[in-house]
T-cell receptor
Framework: SQQGEEDPQALSIQEGENATMNCSYK?????LQWYRQNSGRGLVHLIL?????REKHSGRLRVTLDTSKKSSSLLITASRAADTASYFC?????????FGAGTTVTVRA | EAQVTQNPRYLITVTGKKLTVTCSQN?????MSWYRQDPGLGLRQIYY???????DKGDVPEGYKVSRKEKRNFPLILESPSPNQTSLYFC????????????????FGPGTRLTVT
């Protein structure tokens, strides 16, 4: 079953702007993770937020988690052309990882 | 270099011809898993393994088999491939921290693009 669902499906922004994408899920989680994928390559782990955490930062990334609403958001600040990629949230529960369909982000120079 | 390797990277085969996609990691990770990625569907987990000789079904296990005889290797077997198994396949591994905290950060292989005609 596909746990996480990202919104929007696609996002186009100007270099230097912020990009925000959201993830909603349906059941319990141990943690929620965000990944980046460039053009059909392997996924790269960005950040993991545990179910008892509300916010986490890593460089230009900020992730929030609201377990009462079963939602998470990923904010990329001061975007660069190299941030152009697909971004996936993944819910981690009971040793299974469930990914959403992803948000495709295009950063225009 | 810490990595997950998959072979082959590209494979075109015919319906019914058994094939194996290999996956190997050099990070001494306990947890390994296989995913397939199809347009618009994201990644779906096929099988996962908590450790040697311990495997379990993911969300889409039909038509696939796995084995975990060594900690570093987790091959994916398609005994009778069909066209609906045409997909991009990823292997991943992680060092899960402790019971109740989940599988942890996944390290993905580069992918295997499989076409079944």
């Amino acid at each position: 079953s596909q746990q996480g669902e990202e919104d929007p499906q696609a996002l186009s922004i100007q270099e230097g702007e912020n990009a925000t994408m959201n993830c909603s899920y349906k059941t319990s989680i141990n943690n929620l993770q965000w990944y980046r994928q460039n053009s059909g390559r392997g996924l790269v782990h960005l950040i993991l937020i545990r179910s008892n955490e509300r916010e986490k930062h890593s460089g230009r990334l900020r992730v929030t988690l609201d377990t009462s609403k079963k939602s998470s958001s990923l904010l990329i600040t001061a975007s660069r052309a190299a941030d152009t990629a697909s971004y996936f949230c993944a819910t981690d529960y009971d040793y299974k990882l469930s990914f959403g369909a992803g948000t495709t982000v295009t950063v225009r120079a | 270099e810490a990595q997950v390797t998959q072979n082959p990277r590209y494979l075109i085969t015919v319906t019914g011809k058994k094939l194996t996609v290999t996956c190997s990691q050099n990070m001494n990770h306990e947890y390994m898993s296989w995913y397939r990625q199809d347009p618009g569907l994201g990644l779906r987990q096929i099988y996962y393994s908590m450790n040697v000789e311990v495997t379990d079904k993911g969300d889409v296990p039909e038509g696939y088999k796995v084995s975990r005889k060594e900690k570093r290797n987790f091959p994916l077997i398609l005994e009778s491939p069909s066209p609906n198994q045409t997909s991009l396949y990823f292997c991943a591994s992680s060092l899960y921290e402790r019971v109740g905290t989940g599988t942890g950060e996944q390290y993905f292989g580069p992918g295997t693009r499989l076409t079944v005609t």
